[in-house]
C-alpha cells in the first residue's frame, strides 16, 4: 500500500506507529490491524491545556493517603467493584454492549452524588439534553449540582470542565469526541488516543474523577487503540443479555483495587437497582423434584453464587447425538460426558445431550463440572437429586474430583442459603472449618457419586 506524506499507520490493536503498512503488528502480533491516519501535530495539544500546574517531585514520606480520598457512590455493587468507592483524580472506562445500561448506570451515579453536594458535569456526544432529560425523570429527581452539556469538541469541553470545576465528570461516549487539529474522522485511532490523554491530564492535573463511555467491537472488546485501556486507571466491562433482568460489572483493571470481584444488577422501570444476593436471585424459580436440575457453587471474582445447572438427555432421532450448551463451554460439556461413558460406563452414544446454566449467567469456572457431571447422571438415570444439596469440583479426564478454590466461601454460602448438604472435593477435606449446620458428604472420584443414595 502507498503511503502519503502526512499519514502514519497505526496499530488498532495496540497503537503501534509505522511508516508503512504491515499485514502483521510487530507489537501485538495481530495481523490485519493497521489503519492509515494522518500526522498529529503534538506541538499543538498544549493549546487544549494552557495553564497547566508544573509538578515538582516529593520525598514518598511526605504522600499521605486518607480513606477520605475516596467518594462513595452510594452504589454498593459498583463501590466493591472499585474497591472501595471513587478515587479522587481517577479515570475510569466503562465498556459493553449497547443497551446494556452503562449511560443508566453513570447517570444513577450522577443523582447520588449530586444529592451529596458534590458537583457533577455529565457531557454526552451522542444524546441530546432532551434525551438525557427523559431518562433521569425515570431514574429520580437530581438538584442543581447536576449539570448537562451536549458537545463533541474536545477544546469546548476542556474549557467548560476547567470553568465549571466539576468534581465528577462524564464523558460519554469516548468514540464521540473530537480534535479540530485532527484531521481524521471522530472515533478513529487517533482522536481517541488525543481524547483519552486530554481527559488523563485534566483528572490528574485538576484532581478531578472522569468516566468515560467506551463501545465495544463484535469481539467484546472496547473499540479502538488497545492503548486506551493502558492510560485509565480503572477499566470495567458491563456484562449480560440486553434482553435479560440481571446485569454483572466486572473489573478487569483497577489500580486502586482489587479486580476479583464483581457487581450485580437487576434493570428495573426506573433504573438499575443492586442484587445483594445474587445466589438468591439465580435461584428463583427453581423447579422441585425435576430429573437433570442441581445446583452448584461457582466462584465469580472472590464472591460464590449459587446457581442452577440443567441438563436434558434424550434419545436421539438421528444418527449423530447432538450436543449443545448455553451459559458453559461445549468443549467441557463434551468432554464431561466422554468421562462418564469411558469412567461409569454410562452409554450416551445414541442420546442427545443438553446443558443449561439458569438465569442466563455464562461461567467458565471449572469448579462447576461435578454439577454438570451430576446433572446430566440425574437427566439420564431420570433420577431426582434432592433440593438441599449443593455440589462443586473440578473433574479430571481420569475420572478424578480435585480440588478448587475458596472451599470454605463456598460452603458458607450454602449454608446461608438454608442447604443441607454439600459433596465437595475429599482433596478439600482438611481446608473446612464449617462443618456444623451441614453435612458435608467427601467424594475423591466420581464413581463415588454413583455409590450416594439420594
Known sequence: MAKGKDTVFFCNNCGHESSKWM?????????NTFVEEKKINVGNKSSLLSGKIVSRPMQINDISVEAED???????????VLGGGLMAGSLTLVGGDPGIGKSTLLLQVCRNLSLANQKVLYISGEESLKQIKLRADRIGSF???MLLLCDTSLANIAENIKETKPAIVVIDSIQTMYDEEISSAPGSVSQVRQATSVFLELAKGMGISIFIVGH???EGTVAGPRVLEHMVDTVLYFEGDRHASYRVLRGVKNRFGSTNEIGVFRMDNDGL???????????SGK???AAGSVVVCSLEGTRPMLVEIQALVSTSGFGIPRRQAIGTDLNKVNLLIAVLEKRLGLQMTNCDAYVNIAGGLKISEPGIDMGIALSIISSFKNKVIPDDIVCVGEIGLSGEVRAVSMINERVNEALKLGFKCCIVPKVCESQIKIKKDIKLIFVSNISDIMSLDF
Open 70 to 80: 475516596r467518594i462513595s457512590t452510594n452504589i454498593g455493587e459498583l463501590d466493591r
Open 273 to 283: 437497582k443492586e442484587v445483594t444476593n445474587p445466589s438468591e436471585y439465580m435461584l
Open 216 to 218: 465495544v467491537t463484535k
Open 143 to 145: 438538584d442543581e449540582n
Open 287 to 289: 423447579p422441585e423434584d
Open 23 to 31: 499485514g502483521q503488528c510487530p507489537g501485538c502480533k495481530e495481523w
